[in-house]
């Protein structure tokens, strides 16, 4: 069983969702290092200066109070826009699990949960970017309410209206 609960503000938890956010980054071979991959110009935007305005992250934790997984929305602007970049006004979603506790519905999990947390915050919707070939996870969203939006390159744009 996990628990879900949100972000808390000290550096553990950062690093943690640093970690994540590298790891839901989708390169199948020769992956860059997370120091090098995350400070690209193009993914710096995704994790710098978190806790602005709209920012939202829950983590997962296993019986032993370790993270397994987190969930997390962003929102961009016009100028700045993230690969599931929809509207100013609706965040972007992300989400990774540590590949031990993958399998185990904890991302059907986490979307609920942060699904609820845009609603509760009155946001019209949550959109993301998922690559092709992770049919697991474009069927997951499908399953949950998400709708195509377009494809571009080798990603899809999804989008979650309330």
Do not use: C
Request: charged share 25%.
């Amino acid at each position: 069983m996990f628990t879900i609960r949100k972000i808390v503000d000290d550096q553990k938890d950062l690093d943690f969702l640093t970690d994540m956010l590298y790891e839901s980054i989708y390169i199948p071979s020769d992956k860059p290092p997370k120091e090098k991959l995350l400070h690209a110009a193009h993914l710096r935007k995704y994790h710098q200066h978190w806790g602005r305005t709209g920012d939202t992250a829950l983590i997962a934790v296993n019986p032993q109070n370790q993270a397994v997984g987190a969930v997390w929305y962003r929102l961009f602007s016009e100028r700045e826009k993230g690969y599931g970049f929809v509207s100013p006004d609706i965040p972007e979603l992300g989400i990774a699990i540590v590949e031990s506790e993958r399998g185990k519905g904890l991302g059907k999990q986490l979307l609920i949960e942060i699904i609820k947390e845009a609603n509760k915050a009155g946001y019209i919707g949550l959109s993301l970017s998922v690559d092709l070939k992770n049919i697991g996870a474009i069927s997951l969203y499908h399953q949950l309410g998400f709708e195509d939006v377009e494809t571009a390159g080798t990603s899809k744009t999804m989008l979650y209206s309330f």
